[in-house]
C-alpha cells in the first residue's frame, strides 16, 4: 500500500491497526468512521446485485461451528498453508510467500511442499525478519482455523469459520423447503471469517478477521442453464490456465457466450456470474483496465473445486484477490449428506412417469452374519451400492466388494441380487453448487487504491478520493459560507433536514470554505453545498461536484430528492 493512502487510511479514519493500544496484533483491524461506512455500503451493493436482483435469499449463520462440521468438509485435512520456521529466530513465514518474494516464481502456492524446499534450497532463501538461512529447513501444511471449546470445561471442540459457506451447507436441509424444492435457487450471506494466517500483511488485504460475502447458488447440472443473454455484452477479461502455463500475460477477452463457445469457461453459470461479478465490480470503482479473470491452475484448486476464476485488481504492482467464482460440483452437499443426520437431496420431478430398470438386492442376513460377524452390516450395504453401480459384477457365480480396505467374496445366490421395472415420477438429486466468494475488506482496500488521486485546483495540489456516490462514506457535506447572519443556522437546518431524508451527511463551518472542500474531496464526498447570502434572499444554495469542481445553483425545495438522484445516477451533475 502507498505511504499516501497509509497515511489517508488513518488521518481520514478509513481503518488502522486494533488494538494499537496495547500494542496491536498483526492481521487485525479496525474501520473508522469512514471505512465502516464504506464498507456498508460497498455491501449493501453485493446484496443488491447478488440478493435483489438475483431473487435469491440471505441468512445469517453463527460463526462459531462445531468439530464435525468441519470435518465432513475436508477442512481438517485440506484447508492448509505452507509454513516454514526460522532456526534462529523462531519466527514462522509462509514458505510460499518466502518463495514468490525473493524468486520469479508467481505461483508457488500451486507447487508441492517438497518442490517449495527445493526452491528455498535452490535461491538459499533466508528468513525475512533476521536473515538466518531457511536451507534445509522442512515445509508443512499449517491448518488456518481458530480452534475453541464450545461449553465449560473440556466442553465441545469447535472452530471460529474460516468461510461463510459450510453455514449455508449445513442449513440446505431446511433452506431448500424455503425454495420449495426448486432448482436453481441461491442462497448469500455476508459475515466473518477467521483464519489464523502465518503471515498477515499488506493492510486489509491478508488478515486473521474479514468480512466475506458469499452466494451458494444450488442448481441441477442436467437441467437449463442461466439466461446469458442478460449478460450478452459484457466482456470478460480472462487469463486461463494455458496462458499462465505459457509464461505470458495474454489475456482473452471474451462475452459469456464466446468463452463458453470456444471453451475457456466451462460451465454456463460460471459464467453468468463471472460476467455478474465484473459489472459489480465496476459499479462499486475498482479500475477496469487494472482488473482481469483468472483462472486457478490444477496444482492450487481448493479440495472442493473442480473449476474456479479469480477476480483480481492489479494494487502496487501486484495482483490481488478479490473474489472467486467456484464449480464446486456436489462436493459440499455430498459430504454433508454422508456424515450428518438429514437429507441433502432435492427431489426432481419428471414432465411424465417413466418406466425404468432397477438393480436391487436382498442379501441372506442368515448367511452374512455367521460368515462376517460385525462387518455383515457393512458387506450388506456395499453389496447394496455396487448393484446400483455395476449390475455385472452379479454374472459370476460370486461377487467382491470392499470395506474399509479389506474385500470380502460373496456367493452370487445369497445376495438376492434382481433387476425390476419401476415406473418412476422423479429422481433425487444431490444439487451442484456454483459460489461467487468475495472478500469484502479486500474490495474496499482495491477501490480505495484505485479511486486515490492527486490533481491541481486554483494553483493547489489536491488529493481527492473518486469513489461512485453510491458507496462513498458521506453523500453530501452541507457547509455555510460562514457562520452569521443566519447562514449557519439555515445549514443546520438544512442538513437535518437532509439527514431525515436518508441522506449521508455532514456538517462543516470550520475554516475557509476551500478547504473545507479539500477536506470532502479528500474523503470522497461527491457533492457539497454551501448556504450563502444570495440563498437567504431566494431560497438556493451553491451546489458543488467533487471530481469537476464545477458549481451550479439550484433551488432548496427538492434538494434532497435531486441529491438522491445524483447518488444513484439517475441524472448527471452536467444534466443540471
Same mark, same amino acid.
Request: aromatic share 10%; net charge negative.
Given at each position: 500500500m502507498s505511504e499516501e493512502l497509509s497515511e489517508l487510511a488513518r488521518r481520514r479514519g478509513f481503518f488502522f491497526q486494533a488494538?494499537?493500544?496495547?500494542?496491536?496484533?498483526?492481521?487485525?483491524?479496525?474501520?473508522?468512521?469512514?471505512?465502516?461506512?464504506?464498507?456498508?455500503?460497498?455491501?449493501?451493493?453485493?446484496?443488491?446485485?447478488?440478493?435483489?436482483?438475483?431473487?435469491?435469499?440471505?441468512?445469517?449463520?453463527?460463526?462459531?461451528?462445531?468439530?464435525?462440521?468441519?470435518?465432513?468438509?475436508?477442512?481438517?485435512?485440506?484447508?492448509?498453508?505452507?509454513?516454514?520456521?526460522?532456526?534462529?529466530c523462531g519466527e514462522s513465514h509462509r514458505a510460499d510467500h518466502v518463495v514468490e518474494d525473493n524468486t520469479d516464481v508467481e505461483?508457488?502456492?500451486?507447487?508441492?511442499?517438497?518442490?517449495?524446499?527445493?526452491?528455498?534450497?535452490?535461491?538459499?532463501?533466508?528468513?525475512?525478519?533476521?536473515?538466518?538461512?531457511?536451507?534445509?529447513?522442512?515445509v508443512e501444511g499449517f491448518n488456518l482455523m481458530f480452534e475453541t471449546t464450545i461449553g465449560p470445561g473440556s466442553g465441545q471442540a469447535g472452530f471460529l469459520r474460516p468461510e461463510?459457506?459450510?453455514?449455508?451447507f449445513t442449513e440446505f436441509p431446511r433452506l431448500k423447503e424455503y425454495a420449495r424444492n426448486q432448482l436453481p435457487f441461491g442462497v448469500a450471506q455476508v459475515g466473518t471469517g477467521y483464519r489464523n494466517e502465518i503471515s498477515p500483511r499488506n493492510a486489509l488485504l491478508r488478515t486473521r478477521e474479514f468480512t466475506m460475502a458469499e452466494l451458494e447458488h444450488f442448481v441441477d447440472p442436467e437441467s437449463e442453464g442461466p439466461d446469458l443473454d442478460r449478460v450478452a455484452d459484457v466482456e470478460l477479461p480472462l487469463y486461463p490456465v494455458e496462458a499462465q502455463q505459457a509464461d505470458g500475460e495474454e489475456?482473452?477477452?471474451?462475452?459469456?457466450?464466446?468463452?463458453?463457445?470456444?471453451?475457456?469457461?466451462?460451465?454456463?453459470?460460471?459464467?453468468?456470474?463471472?460476467?455478474?461479478?465484473?459489472?459489480?465490480?465496476?459499479?462499486?470503482?475498482?479500475?477496469?483496465?487494472?482488473?482481469?479473470?483468472?483462472q486457478h491452475l490444477p496444482g492450487e484448486l481448493a479440495h472442493y473445486a473442480s473449476d474456479c476464476w479469480d477476480a483480481e485488481g492489479e494494487v502496487g504492482g501486484d495482483w490481488v484477490e478479490l473474489e472467486g467464482v467456484a464449480s464446486r460440483t456436489d462436493y459440499d452437499l455430498s459430504k454433508h449428506e454422508k456424515h450428518a443426520d438429514d437429507n441433502f437431496t432435492v427431489?426432481?420431478?419428471?414432465?411424465?412417469?417413466?418406466?425404468?430398470?432397477?438393480?436391487?438386492?436382498?442379501?441372506?442376513?442368515? *448367511?452374512?452374519?455367521? =460368515?462376517?460377524? %460385525?462387518?455383515?452390516? !457393512? @458387506?450388506?450395504?456395499?453389496? &447394496?451400492?455396487? #448393484?446400483?453401480r455395476d449390475r455385472s459384477a452379479f454374472d459370476?457365480?460370486?461377487?467382491?466388494?470392499?470395506?474399509?480396505?479389506?474385500?470380502?467374496?460373496?456367493?452370487?445366490?445369497?445376495?438376492?441380487?434382481?433387476?425390476?421395472?419401476?415406473?418412476?415420477?422423479?429422481?433425487?438429486?444431490?444439487?451442484?453448487?456454483?459460489?461467487?466468494?468475495?472478500?469484502?475488506?479486500?474490495?474496499?482496500?482495491?477501490?480505495?487504491?484505485?479511486? *486515490?488521486?492527486?490533481? =491541481?485546483?486554483? %494553483?493547489?495540489?489536491? !488529493? @481527492?478520493?473518486?469513489?461512485? &456516490?453510491?458507496? #462513498?462514506?458521506?453523500?453530501v457535506g452541507v457547509f455555510p459560507l460562514m457562520d452569521k447572519d443566519g447562514m449557519g443556522e439555515t445549514a443546520r437546518d438544512l442538513a437535518a433536514d437532509l439527514r431525515e431524508a436518508g441522506l449521508a451527511v455532514t456538517y462543516d463551518d470550520s475554516g475557509n470554505i476551500g478547504r473545507r472542500y479539500r477536506r470532502q474531496d479528500e474523503v470522497g464526498t461527491p457533492y457539497c453545498v454551501t448556504v450563502d447570502y444570495e440563498g437567504l434572499e431566494d431560497g438556493t444554495v451553491t451546489l458543488r461536484d467533487r471530481d469537476t469542481t464545477d458549481q451550479t445553483r439550484v433551488e432548496l425545495d427538492g434538494l434532497a430528492e435531486l441529491l438522491g438522484s445524483l447518488r444513484d445516477g439517475e441524472v448527471s451533475f452536467e444534466e443540471l
Open positions: 488494538n494499537e493500544a496495547y500494542g496491536g496484533v498483526a492481521g487485525f483491524y479496525t474501520y473508522g468512521p469512514e471505512g465502516a461506512a464504506l464498507k456498508r455500503n460497498v455491501e449493501e451493493t453485493w446484496r443488491d446485485r447478488f440478493v435483489t436482483r438475483e431473487g435469491n435469499m440471505e441468512i445469517d449463520s453463527p460463526t462459531v461451528t462445531p468439530e464435525p462440521v468441519f470435518r465432513a468438509s475436508g477442512h481438517l485435512d485440506d484447508f492448509d498453508d505452507m509454513l516454514v520456521e526460522c532456526p534462529e505461483d508457488a502456492e500451486s507447487v508441492p511442499t517438497g518442490e517449495v524446499e527445493d526452491l528455498i534450497a535452490e535461491h538459499d532463501l533466508v528468513c525475512p525478519d533476521c536473515g538466518a538461512s531457511l536451507v534445509g529447513q522442512p461463510t459457506a459450510q453455514g449455508m489475456y482473452v477477452h471474451l462475452t459469456p457466450h464466446e468463452a463458453l463457445d470456444e471453451g475457456v469457461v466451462a460451465g454456463e453459470w460460471v459464467a453468468y456470474f463471472l460476467a455478474r461479478s465484473k459489472q459489480w465490480f465496476e459499479r462499486v470503482g475498482v479500475d477496469m483496465d487494472r482488473f482481469r479473470f483468472r427431489f426432481q420431478a419428471y414432465d411424465e412417469p417413466k418406466t425404468v430398470e432397477r438393480a436391487t438386492v436382498d442379501p441372506e442376513m442368515s *448367511y452374512l452374519g455367521p =460368515e462376517f460377524g %460385525g462387518d455383515a452390516a !457393512d @458387506v450388506a450395504d456395499a453389496l &447394496a451400492d455396487l #448393484a446400483a459370476d457365480d460370486t461377487v467382491t466388494v470392499e470395506v474399509d480396505g479389506e474385500e470380502y467374496m460373496i456367493p452370487a445366490e445369497k445376495t438376492g441380487f434382481e433387476v425390476a421395472e419401476e415406473t418412476e415420477s422423479g429422481r433425487h438429486i444431490v444439487p451442484h453448487v456454483v459460489e461467487p466468494a468475495f472478500g469484502v475488506g479486500r474490495a474496499v482496500y482495491t477501490v480505495l487504491a484505485h479511486r *486515490y488521486d492527486t490533481d =491541481e485546483v486554483d %494553483g493547489e495540489t489536491r !488529493d @481527492v478520493l473518486r469513489l461512485p &456516490a453510491e458507496v #462513498a462514506p458521506t453523500t
